[in-house]
């Protein structure tokens, strides 16, 4: 096993990449990307590989985000504290890890994922690493989680046909989604402001490739 130190100092240095390569562009996501504990997050197989930024096999299929695409997200997400956020794609974690950094202890950070095994990893690692304003859901993400909405942000981490209608219900006014869409090889990231019912304006923040989302409005 490696020694936390080895781990502080590749969190370090790759925070300081991403930094001068213009992913990361405000204090609270660089604080955010420093203190979250990537190899926490990845299976035993390629924890060596935790703070290379590129994806990660997860298991199932699935693939933890590049850390510059988590970062982008995240800024893009325009997060503020106290913030309820729901993500859908939660994956093992990590990304949730790094919304909940940014919104504080009185923000709220509602993760769901599609496949239990995933979820319940998930939820291992987020104990550990000592989050509790994350819960993680297991289900059909592209339904949204009715149960908690409204939401102030919705960051979506698969790729979408187009954005889910009950995403859109389920942000508050003025609130906003960020989801790639597209095929299942090529989306584009798309934020999206609510600024009527049911009604949205839309940006386009450039290509991406992400695995499908699968689901009632999925792939």
Do not use: W
């Not at 219900?169 to 906003?176: H, R, S």
């Amino acid at each position: 096993m490696k020694d936390k130190r080895d781990y502080k100092e590749q969190r370090e240095n790759l925070v300081r990449k991403l930094k001068s390569r213009g992913y990361i562009e405000s204090e609270e996501v660089e604080k955010a990307m420093r203190r979250v504990s990537r190899h926490l997050f990845v299976p035993e197989s390629v924890k060596s590989r935790a703070y290379m930024d590129s994806p990660q096999p997860i298991g199932e299929g699935q693939t933890i985000s590049a850390p510059h695409m988590v970062a982008m997200m995240v800024e893009k997400l325009e997060l503020k504290q106290g913030q309820k956020v729901l993500e859908v794609g939660g994956g093992r974690g990590y990304h949730a890890a790094v919304i909940a950094e940014v919104v504080g202890d009185a923000g709220k950070v509602y993760s769901v994922e599609r496949i239990e095994s995933l979820g319940k990893e998930a939820r291992s690692a987020l104990k550990e690493a000592g989050y509790d304003n994350i819960e993680v859901v297991i289900g059909d993400g592209s339904k949204g989680y009715r149960k908690e909405a409204p939401y102030h942000r919705i960051s979506v981490a698969c790729g979408a046909p187009s954005i889910p209608p009950p995403l859109i219900k389920q942000l508050t006014k003025g609130g906003k989604v960020l989801a790639p869409v597209g095929d299942t090889r090529f989306q584009t990231l798309i934020r999206a402001e609510k600024v009527g019912e049911n009604k949205i304006k839309k940006e386009d923040l450039g290509g991406v490739l992400f695995v499908p989302l699968k689901g009632k409005y999925g792939h």
